[in-house]
């Protein structure tokens, strides 16, 4: 067993809040040690040939950007492009699949004309707009302050007056977010829309009294204040790999395949690499990984430890979605005549995801049962940014699809049953996909260089056993407001920043932050600055 002492700061977990907290940290001259149990870094924030030998790289967990700040691409040099999709989504009306609603963020009047083609009214497309408007008040108040120490909840709430959002406050903070949804919108289609944006790797309803469903809707808005979902150029790995180039220029220590095996007192991190034990140790150690997870490794190394993460209830939250990736030779025929497949796929294509049928999925699952049909959502990467593949399948006009299908909690998943769910899971998608297309989308996919087809499903299961998130929560837990009650502690800049644990030398520095979740790098940046901020205060 080696031990090395020399380092300030002690990373474990290299996703991409970890290699921002290293290049911060490395660039404000502290010596990082970061530890990384996969065989590359990124975390799930990676993009990856899913299939033998064909020259596509899908971003295999994470898809889209939102919540990364301007203000961390310029803080670190990132060389990174993000793609704004011209539509912003296509749903097709399960009752009548030959015509959707298209919302084009370019034609006002278009999209007017397509909620005319569903059967809902002018005075419904005028109370959308304003719908978001109203919400766009609040969250361009509050996305300053996610790069900042925390708010109280009383001064979250005088930036949202000053602001105009009263209204939006009321609706997305104090309320069950579905009391505003159908205050405002009455067609059950027009409804569904907006209410995915809450669910997104939440099990909830629109009306629970816990409020899960809003801060997830309150995140899927708040990124640039403007809640656009952007395509990384070159796939997700290309962020990531930005990230891990800006901390290694500035000197972090970067170890992959290096797995923590304990966190210990006093700054101490046991690993092992290279077929041996190591230890290492630092006035600081920053988990990026989830906090249930770093329970586990702090349980190691003294095992009557209680468990941190039991304090908050949310880091024990299931995650809810099956993901399926696809390999099409080309886009589907739709059912409706009236928009181009181009269009329709163009931004996020949502299926059996009105009001009513996201509601009866949650009550099927909450049941025990796989909903049927399945509320699906898909993203195409590829006509956005065709990079991600090989000149020849672009010239074949090949396409990639991610599907998430919604209300899949884990708790429909075990060990036992987890090779038969994502066979059930898988053709539920298929199905659901199939409802509203003009074609089977089986008979589209290409085959890998064995003859497979090109198509990988992943269940809340396959997702923790792969990078670690726990029972599958893509947010490494539930999601917390991005402010605190007027009488928590925050005394030390660690509570102020949103990324204490009870070991003062300890800090999280992932998804499980409070403002954590998605690809924001925003945990990262906010523990390094807690790290720093403490070491200017007198010893």
Not at 12 to 41: I, M, P
């Amino acid at each position: 067993m080696s031990t090395n002492h020399a380092y300030d700061a002690i990373i474990v977990g290299g996703g991409h809040n970890g290699l921002a907290a290293a290049a911060y940290l490395s660039r404000a001259g502290r010596k990082v040690l970061l530890l990384e149990k996969l065989h590359h870094a990124g975390g799930a924030a990676v993009s990856a040939q899913a299939f033998d030998g064909v020259g596509a790289r899908l971003s295999r967990y994470s898809n889209l950007v939102s919540l990364l700040p301007q203000q961390i691409i310029d803080d670190l040099g990132l060389r990174i492009t993000l793609a704004r999709r011209r539509y912003s989504s296509y749903t097709p009306d399960p009752a009548h699949p030959g015509r959707a609603l298209l919302v084009d963020n370019e034609d006002a009047s278009s999209t007017a004309a397509s909620f005319a083609a569903v059967g809902a009214s002018e005075d419904e497309f005028r109370a959308f707009n304003d719908f978001y408007a109203s919400c766009g008040k609040l969250t361009r108040a509050l996305w300053p302050t996610m790069t900042a120490p925390l708010p109280t909840r009383s001064s979250a709430r005088q930036l949202a007056l000053e602001a105009g959002a009263a209204d939006a406050w009321e609706a997305m903070i104090e309320r069950p977010i579905g009391d505003a949804i159908t205050g405002a919108l009455k067609h059950d289609l027009v409804r569904g829309v907006v209410l995915t944006d809450a669910l997104i790797g939440t099990f909830a309803r629109a009306d629970d009294a816990d409020l899960q469903q809003n801060i997830c809707f309150l995140y899927h808005l708040i990124g640039g204040g403007t809640g656009d979902w952007d395509v990384p150029v070159g796939g997700m790995g290309a962020v990531s790999g930005e990230l891990e180039r800006s901390a290694r220029e500035a000197g972090a220590t970067i170890l992959v395949s290096a797995e923590v095996t304990s966190v210990q007192p006093g700054g101490v991190v046991g690993y092992r690499h290279s077929g041996a034990d190591h230890t290492a140790s630092a006035p600081w150690v920053l988990s990026n990984v989830a906090p249930v997870v770093l329970d586990r490794l702090r349980a190691a190394a003294v095992p009557a430890l209680p468990p941190h993460a039991t304090r908050n209830p949310n880091h024990l939250r299931e995650g809810a979605q099956v993901k399926v990736n696809l390999l099409l030779k080309r886009l589907p025929r739709l059912l409706d005549g009236s928009v181009s497949p181009a269009a329709a796929f163009g931004g996020t294509f949502h299926i059996n995801e009105t009001w009513s049928q996201l509601d009866g999925a949650y009550l099927s699952a909450a049941a025990g049962n796989v909903p049927e049909p399945l509320p699906c959502e898909i993203y195409c990467h590829s006509l956005t940014d065709p990079s991600i593949l090989a000149p020849e399948l672009q010239a074949a006009g090949a396409q990639t699809l991610t599907v998430f299908g919604l209300h899949v909690p884990d708790r429909l998943i075990s060990a036992e049953n987890n090779e038969a769910r994502r066979t059930e899971l898988q053709a539920a998608v298929l199905r659901s996909l199939d409802s509203v297309l003009a074609e089977p989308v089986e008979e589209l996919l290409l085959t890998d260089r064995d003859g497979r087809p090109c198509i990988e499903t992943k269940t809340t299961l396959d997702i923790e056993r792969a990078v670690g998130m726990p029972r599958g929560n893509i947010f490494h837990g539930g999601l917390d407001w991005p402010f605190v009650d007027d009488d928590a502690p925050l005394d030390t800049p660690a509570q102020r920043w949103g990324v204490a644990t009870d070991d003062p030398q300890l800090l999280l520095c992932g998804s499980g932050a409070r403002r954590g979740g998605a690809v924001s790098a925003i945990g990262g940046h906010n523990a390094a600055m807690a790290v720093l901020e403490s070491d200017q205060l007198p010893a």
